[in-house]
Nanobody, 121 residues
Framework: QVQMVESGGGLVQAGGSLRLSCAAS????????MGWYRQAPGKQRELVAA???????QYADSVKGRFTISRDNAKNTVSLQMSNLKPEDTAVYFC???????????????WGQGTQVTVSS
């Protein structure tokens, strides 16, 4: 039983900045990775950024140099700092975590509820 709560979406003009945050809670034994996905209307959900535990940080090519992901392992949170936003960044953004719960031998993907980011031109 895991809950994922995200916040920080909104409307911003092109060139502006926005920060998304997400907190995981519940019957968590370990969090193996945390990250962000987004889905624009009519498009598939795509990976934006991810931070595996003990692995390399990943960014989509379209956001490299503009977005920065960070994690606070003690608080089970992940944030996405988005700068120089473009209209093509408009999408619903979903927090994702790969979590092993107590008494389980495998990890499972958990998702936040989604938050709308709209960038006007």
């Amino acid at each position: 039983q895991v809950q994922m709560v995200e916040s920080g979406g909104g409307l911003v003009q092109a060139g502006g900045s926005l920060r998304l945050s997400c907190a995981a809670s519940g019957n968590i034994f370990s969090i193996n990775a945390m990250g962000w996905y987004r889905q624009a209307p009519g498009k598939q959900r795509e990976l934006v950024a991810a931070m595996p535990s003990g692995g390399s940080t990943q960014y989509a090519d379209s956001v490299k140099g503009r977005f920065t992901i960070s994690r606070d392992n003690a608080k089970n949170t992940v944030s996405l700092q988005m700068s120089n936003l473009k209209p093509e960044d408009t999408a619903v953004y979903f927090c994702n975590a790969k979590i092993t719960i107590y008494d389980a031998a495998y990890e499972y993907n958990y998702w936040g509820q989604g938050t709308q980011v709209t960038v006007s031109s």
